[in-house]
């Protein structure tokens, strides 16, 4: 069964940095695109960023360039998400999510985490 | 920029059918975009229902499809049931890893 774990979320002040990782596991981590979408309060989903299997590519939303960086750890089968200069309106239930591509022909944000919530206030 | 357009809120009855549609602000949306679509409850994390336009993921009942219908891609849920009430997302694959959801359509079931 694959399994995916979110942690690191909570409370920061304004500008201020939180590390989140997401925990792999029922699957061969190594082969999958991974990918981190958000939610802010009563708002829909936004993508935030992904990395390719090897963490060789990763892309950003436009919002979160130069303030967020995604990494991964294959060895350790997990996913991170290092948040900096924060701000208010990154305020969101963060999901981690598997992006099935079979080899080229789809994109699709195939298995999801229970995510967890960054609050940014002061 | 690129938005993703789609239908705030719709209502249907239960065993009825609708078709929740997703387009761009500019341009035609087709299977080129790899869309997908997503069902979500309050407080759950989303479930993926349909990808590659038409493609139900695993578990998914055949009450979900897919299809392009003009210039926007649609998912249609045909004999509605009231655990169907959810909110539902579009994504559109842009290219370059860049992936785009719609803002979401409520529907209720009544």
């Known amino acids: 069964e694959v399994k995916l774990v979110e942690s690191g979320g909570g409370l920061v002040q304004p500008e201020g940095s939180l590390r989140l990782a997401c925990a792999a596991s029922g699957f061969t981590f190594s082969n999958y695109w991974m990918t981190w979408v958000r939610q802010a309060p009563g708002k829909g989903l936004e993508w935030v960023a992904n990395t390719k299997k090897d963490g060789s590519e990763k892309n950003y939303v436009d919002s979160v360039k130069g303030r967020f960086t995604i990494s991964r750890d294959n060895a350790k089968n997990s996913l991170y998400l290092q948040m900096s200069s924060l701000r208010a309106e990154d305020t969101a239930v963060y999901y981690c999510a598997t992006v099935a591509t079979f080899t080229g022909t789809t994109w699709v944000f195939e298995n999801w985490g229970r995510g967890t919530l960054v609050s940014v206030s002061s | 920029q690129t938005v993703v357009t789609q239908e705030p809120s719709f209502s249907v009855s239960p065993g009825g059918t609708v078709t929740l549609t997703c387009g761009l602000s500019s341009g035609s949306v087709s299977s080129t975009y790899y869309p997908s679509w997503y069902q979500q409850t309050p407080g759950q994390a989303p479930r993926t229902l349909i990808y590659s336009t038409r493609t139900r993921s695993s578990g998914v009942p055949d009450r979900f499809s897919g299809s392009i219908l003009g210039n926007k891609a649609a998912l249609t849920i045909t004999g509605a049931q009231a655990d169907d009430e959810s909110d539902y997302y579009c994504?559109?694959?842009?290219?370059?890893?860049?992936?785009?959801f719609g803002g979401g359509t409520k529907l209720t079931v009544l």
């Open positions: 994504m559109l694959y842009m290219g370059s890893g860049i992936s785009v």
